[in-house]
């Protein structure tokens, strides 16, 4: 009975019960992309430092695992650790921001090519030239590059992009180390240091002869060490964790007005249809039960929208900005989007669930 009720209230308004779903599933599809954006480019900076081939990052004072400016580290200590006994290979990069989430690297390219296994080729191959530029499948697929072609919207000068490499390893540009050095003013110095031992059972032993040797002043991590710090508590000391907290704040407030609105409406113009359900020996509970089931339809097919309409914005996401940014499909938040959902529906309705039960039948049905 009451789900039949529930089931003909919402099919007797359609546009008010589509229209009120919608606006409930922007919240969700707002927390879902928020978060899958958050773990999404996470998730590829540890992909791409684990393409490296790298046991152990050194980096320089006065950073952290997400935090990395200038190129400070004298580029003579990759040869001074590379001299180590338990060293296989020292490799020094250079890190140059272009825009706020696309970096340029520097690199050696054929101590890279060692370290790494060297890049998958899709078109062309690698540096001829000091202004040769290497771009991976995203990046020349958001700017349609092609292998021959020039660049001209990197740091500001003519790059001939000479290859185009499957993505996974460094920053989605590469370009000569020497050539980076001299533009940016960095002649002689290296942003970072990867160094991979002789054997994996080595990399305790190395760690303990680079503090050694360098100080307690760099910054020392484990490949594994520093991918499993790339979470989403650990960005800027979990602010954007706690940004995440504030934008689901935000879309209970956003389904509690919605609810508050669509229920609140509803009720008045079934203000005579209530009457004579009170009229005929309906409770309280059941006219309040009516109302709260229907929100919670409004707040599932909400949530089930918005889920959806998360895919379409990562598909958009991935055809016109792949290079730029990378969002994840969370689908362990799908569970806790539907609970903030239905918080806030059934908050909405609760007011006008009352009222509603709350009517007195007389004055109900005398209602126009």
């Avoid at 099919?11 to 409930?24: D, G």
């Avoid at 000068?157 to 370009?175: D, F």
């Avoid at 004579?276 to 919670?296: D, H, M, Q, T, Y």
């Avoid at 055809?319 to 940014?325: G, H, I, K």
Wanted: glycine fraction near 10%; charge should be neutral; aromatic fraction near 8%.
């Amino acid at each position: 009975m009451t789900a039949r009720l529930v089931l003909e209230n919402l099919k007797h308004k359609p546009m008010r019960s589509l229209l009120s779903m919608f606006l409930i599933a922007v919240p969700v599809t707002l927390i879902l992309c928020l978060v899958g954006l958050s773990q999404g480019m996470l998730a590829d900076s540890a992909r791409r430092a684990r393409g490296i081939g790298a046991d152990i990052m050194v980096r320089p004072p006065g950073t952290s695992v997400l935090t990395l400016s200038g190129a400070p580290i004298p580029e003579k200590l990759v040869d001074v650790i590379q001299q180590q006994p338990h060293v296989a290979l020292a490799i020094g990069m250079i890190v140059h921001p272009v825009t706020s989430v696309t970096f340029v690297n520097g690199i050696d390219l054929p101590r890279f090519n060692q370290m790494s296994g060297g890049f998958k080729y899709l078109e062309g191959g690698p540096f001829q030239g000091p202004d040769d530029l290497i771009v991976d499948e995203y990046y020349a697929r958001q700017h349609k590059l092609h292998a021959g072609e020039y660049a001209t919207d990197v740091l500001n000068r003519r790059w001939r992009v000479t290859g185009i490499a499957e993505g996974g390893k460094l920053a989605h540009l590469s370009v000569p180390m020497r050539t980076l050095q001299d533009l940016t003013g960095n002649t002689g110095k290296v942003s970072q240091i990867f160094v991979k031992a002789n054997r994996p059972a080595d990399i305790p032993v190395v760690m303990t002869e680079l503090k050694t040797l360098l100080g307690p002043a760099y910054n020392f991590y484990t490949m594994e060490e520093f991918t499993s710090l790339l979470t989403v508590e650990n960005v800027q000391g979990g602010a954007l964790s706690t940004f995440i907290d504030v934008m689901v704040g935000i879309g209970v407030v956003i389904g509690f007005a919605v609810v508050l609105l669509s229920m609140y409406m509803a009720v008045l113009q079934r203000t005579r249809e209530i009457g004579i359900l009170k009229a005929l020996g309906a409770s309280r509970w059941f006219i309040l039960k009516i109302i709260l089931a229907e929100a919670v339809v409004m707040g599932l097919g909400g949530t089930v929208v918005g889920i959806g309409l998360s895919f379409v914005a990562r598909w958009l996401i991935e055809s016109l900005y792949p290079a730029s940014l990378t969002q994840a499909i969370t689908p362990l938040w799908w569970p806790i989007v539907g609970g903030i959902s239905l918080a806030g529906v059934l908050l909405g309705a609760l007011y006008p669930g009352l009222s509603a039960a709350a009517q007195d039948p007389i004055e109900a049905l005398a209602y126009e």
